[in-house]
């Protein structure tokens, strides 16, 4: 399993974003603005969602690679941090009571 996390990306995109970088695709699309990331962000997903109809595995780990990359910028371009989404999905997941029943040994 890998150990690389979203955490990882976003703060690989944060410094990338700042970095300004003539190099690096992250500065480039953080340049474009949220509007232009939230299309690319649109337009990934949809390529995602055709690889899965067409039962392309290799293709959705590719696609699904490029939506949550371009979703971490979306993020960074918003000023929202990573951290906020993960703590809203925290707070479902303790509502649901989920999480207790998760990290208690089976009956
Ligand atoms: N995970 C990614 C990642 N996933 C996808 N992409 C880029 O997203 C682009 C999407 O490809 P497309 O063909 O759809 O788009 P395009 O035609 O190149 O671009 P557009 O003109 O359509 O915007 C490609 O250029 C990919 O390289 C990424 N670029 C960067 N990262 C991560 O960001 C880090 C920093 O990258 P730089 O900012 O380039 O240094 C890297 O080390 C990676 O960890």
Redesign the pocket.
Known sequence: MSSFTLAD?AA??AA??Q?G?A???????MA?GPP?IAK?FG??AV?AVIAAVEGDRAALVAET??V???LVVLLEAAGVPLDAVMAELERRTRQSGLAEKASRPAD
């Open positions: 990306l690989i995109v990338r974003a970095s970088a190099e690096s695709y992250t500065a480039k699309l474009k232009r690319k337009e990934e390529e690679a490029d949550l990359y371009h």
